[in-house]
């Protein structure tokens, strides 16, 4: 093998990998030497979907057991949820499957499971076996910095160093893939649509950055379809490696501040982004997002509304105006929490459609779903006929590990938990939890996540709080930062606006603090929400269990 750099999204779609192109693994769980082969979609009952063929050039089929051994893929931060997810598909589809991380993760347990070896830290003799074999390639987090002694020695022996998103570009080159971006509910997005087209039938592969309990294997589905729905992330360049026929953008918003110094540097990315949709594929833009809208050109003048266009791909938009193609009109809460809204296609009534999660992002995120499926359908009245089948799906769907979880009761005290960690999360989050739980006082525990995301946005944070009844700041969760803008959970505190907020810096303390507070009247109607992208997760938990030991 040659010497391979670690390869960038950016520069993947420009050169030919040096991975081995002897061997690679099939959505039809074959294995493909150089000749040429066509791939057509499965349909199913309740949902036809128009066979669309792709082209593996060069490609001759022999069966797995035909062969004298697995491709070893090693993936160097596999703890995390985007590579666990990988290395987890990797391992259904018959590759042989290690990996190493700092610190264990459940993910890492769950992979154990499946059959991976794991490991603790990193070494260049976790890239070794007894018998002198070595990995064929190497995948590495966008969360793994230089230096890491993993990386240097694979490049030392030509064994090929892929990013994420060079990788994501390699396994999904062969599926009419459906890549779900935005700054915000990309992951819920993108659960929602899996689950949907599993539901309905669709024998389609998922990669999902998160738990989804109702999954088999939470966080992917390894389908034999041509079909693969992937959340899409924008971190790291990572999505520039994927071409999608379908790209569905959420909204498009100033995140990851690290990585992106403002707002245009983060349009530039998703520009890119929506510039990697194949000829004659389909954008689903959510019309309510301005700046999602701004990516894309629009004809029309004087009194006429605008309208979305590009000579490459179709547009579709979603959202609550009236001016979207796909929007929700008398929303309205339900007797299980969540919302029910009409769904109106160009002003037309399509159906009633009822959800389980609360908040209005959930509705739009529905309405993402919708647009979606309506666009992989053959035509309108084969979508219309399934629409019975898709509301019903919608209806059961059930969430995310993270997003407004609920964690357990315990007399008066209700406990969620959810991965909010931006102004603009934390805003649809509580409203969330306000129209579950209207009259209830809501207590907020927020732990910042990352230096710079709370210096850039700490006024937006400051604001983002109104729903809450109380609010209660921790120390900053530092992640992969050092401290260079010398500020802390209490500078966020103080400049809280709207609800009394306080800064207790570690979690054992909040924990303590929360006991107290809630066993002094334990029938009082209470909800507790964590928010925060670190270790705040844990605290809802032990809450739970403290006041199980002591209340009950």
Not at 27 to 39: A, E, T
Not at 85 to 104: F, H, N, P, R, T
Not at 199 to 209: E, K, W
């Amino acid at each position: 093998m040659e010497l391979s750099a670690i390869m960038s999204p950016a520069n993947y779609l420009g050169k030919n990998s040096s991975y081995s192109q002897a061997i690679t693994l099939t959505n039809r769980r074959q294995i493909v030497h150089s000749s040429k082969l066509k791939y057509v979609r499965t349909t199913s009952p309740s949902l036809k979907l128009p066979p669309v063929t792709t082209d593996c050039d060069n490609a001759e089929v022999i069966d797995a057991r035909e062969c004298k051994g697995k491709e070893w893929i090693h993936f160097v931060g596999v703890g995390g949820c985007g590579l666990s997810a990988l290395a987890m598909l990797a391992l259904k589809q018959g590759y042989e499957v290690s990996g190493s991380d700092m610190m264990w993760s459940d993910a890492m347990d769950a992979l154990r499971e499946a059959g991976a070896r794991v490991y603790i830290g990193h070494s260049e003799l976790n890239l070794r076996k007894n018998n002198g074999l070595v990995p064929d390639a190497l995948v590495v987090s966008s969360a793994i910095r230089g230096g890491n002694v993993e990386i240097f020695h694979a490049e030392s022996v030509g064994i090929p160093v892929y990013k994420r998103g060079a990788w994501l570009g390699r396994i999904t080159k062969g599926y009419n893939l459906i890549a779900v971006s935005g700054s915000h509910g990309k992951t819920t997005t993108a659960s929602m649509l899996a689950y949907v087209l599993d539901a309905m039938g669709d024998d389609l592969t998922a990669v999902i950055g998160a738990r989804v309990p109702q999954l088999a294997e939470r966080n992917i589905i390894r389908g034999t379809g041509c079909n693969f729905v992937l959340e899409a992330d924008e971190y790291d360049s990572c999505f520039l490696g994927v071409t999608p026929q379908i790209a569905v953008v959420t909204n498009v918003d100033w995140e990851h501040v690290d990585m992106f110094q403002d707002e245009e540097a983060v349009k530039t990315i998703f520009r890119k982004f929506i510039g990697q949709i194949r000829v004659g594929g389909h954008l689903i833009l959510c019309g309510d997002s301005p700046v999602a809208c701004s990516l894309v050109n629009k004809t029309g003048s004087g009194s006429a509304l605008p309208v979305l266009h590009n000579d490459a791909f179709q547009i579709s938009t979603y959202g609550i105006s009236s001016c979207n193609d796909w929007h929700a009109l008398s929303i309205s809460p339900n007797s299980c929490g969540g919302s029910d809204y009409q769904l109106l296609h160009k002003g037309h009534h399509i159906a009633d459609i009822s959800l389980q999660m609360p908040g209005v992002h959930n509705v739009l995120n529905s309405l993402a779903v919708i647009a979606t499926i309506n666009a992989l359908s053959t035509d309108e009245k084969n979508f219309l006929s399934s629409i019975a089948s898709l509301k019903l799906r919608l209806q059961n769907f059930e969430g995310v590990s993270r997003r407004f979880e609920r964690i357990g009761t315990v007399r008066g005290c209700h406990i969620y938990d959810d991965y909010a960690h931006h102004p603009t999360e934390i805003q649809a989050t509580l409203q969330a939890a306000r129209q579950r739980f209207p009259f209830q006082e809501l207590v907020v525990i927020f732990q910042p996540h990352t230096y710079s995301r709370l210096a850039a946005l700490k006024d937006d944070f400051a604001i983002a709080f109104t729903n809450a009844d109380r609010v209660v700041i921790t120390e900053i969760y530092e992640a992969r930062e050092t401290n260079l803008w010398k500020i802390n959970g209490r500078d966020l505190a103080v400049s809280i606006v709207g609800p009394p907020s306080e800064f207790v810096p570690s979690l054992i303390q909040v924990l303590e603090m929360l006991v107290v507070h809630i066993s002094k009247d334990p029938d009082h109607e209470t909800v507790i929400m964590t928010l925060g992208a670190g270790n705040i997760t844990s605290v809802g938990r032990k809450l739970l269990i403290e006041l199980q030991h002591r209340l009950l």
